[in-house]
């Protein structure tokens, strides 16, 4: 299996010119029905010994946070850090394994995080900000040296942490807007996502899967705010929470639709489904509501999946030109 940045890379080393990449892309885009930048491509898993090697790794890391542990935890939080990227070197930098390098990078981020979040004990909110901020200058430095495209969003999510932290830590009073301040960094995280997709709208380089993963990260922070503010959480449903809920998540699989991105609506369907299964409760469904909320939503989410490009065509048709300039192009 071939992924893109192969094809890339095939193409700068002069193995492979740029208009056969194009034909092989076409080629396989027709094979499937579906355009290239619709599939939402990103990296995983090359092949079994992807699985392989991070059993190894974790296996590894886990006894050098255990051996480092008998010191002080800060001190195996370091050395797990510090293991994490020496193995980068060699699976990441030479190897290029897909899933390694992401175990390893959140290994190497979470070690220097936990590195002084563990001297707090009582997690003071200073200590937690300065944690969140080293694994923030950690992730920039990972990405200098290794481009793993989750990098990204693993530093905004660690300079959001220490925002949040900081805020909270100065102004107490904000822990009855939390809904209100997640959502706010869930927007800016949106944004920097929206601007990753606009710098590669074909979806051909790394760039678009650094996008990925930012969606990724901003989808929860953007979709819990905004059902936590229904008052979900209750005994009970009424309708028409249950009504708002579905105008959400219609609103929701537009903009999925015209940014061609999955994300925000896989991040609100335990939302849709816990609402809908729990009216059904009320109204006498008692064993069955989610049963029937799960069949009716797979059955609409795969109808959508099978007219993705139709249903995106129509609806980009209402967009403003100067907005369709930044985001993946109908093919």
Known sequence: MYTEDDLLSAVQAGALSADAADALRSHAASRRATPVVDEEHFRLVTGFNDIFVVIACVLMLVSVAWIGNAAAHWVGSLAVAACAWGLAEFFVRKRHMALPAIVLLVAFVGGLFTSIFSVAGDGQGLMVAAGALLAAVGAWLHWQRFHVPITVAAGCAAL??????????????????????????????????????????????????????????????????????????????????????????????????????????????????????ALLKQYGNVGLGFAITALALGAALLLLSAFWHRTRSALLRKVPLAVQRYIAPLQ
Not at 183 to 200: E, K, M, N, T, Y
Not at 233 to 248: E, K, M, P
């Open 160 to 277: 959001v942490g220490a925002v949040w932290a900081l805020l909270l830590k100065s102004f107490p009073t904000l822990f009855s807007w939390m809904s209100l301040v997640i959502l706010v960094g869930g927007v800016v995280v949106f944004i920097v996502a929206l601007r990753w997709d606009a710098s590669d709208t074909q979806r051909r380089t790394r760039r678009a899967d650094v996008a990925f993963w930012l969606h990724l990260l901003a989808a929860p922070l953007l979709v819990h705010p905004l059902f936590a503010m229904l008052s979900l959480a209750g005994d009970t449903i009424a309708l028409w929470q249950a009504l708002v809920v579905l105008l959400a998540y219609g609103a929701i699989a537009a903009v999925s639709l015209v940014i061609d991105r999955r994300a925000l609506m896989v991040s609100a369907l335990g939302y849709v489904l816990y609402t809908f299964s």
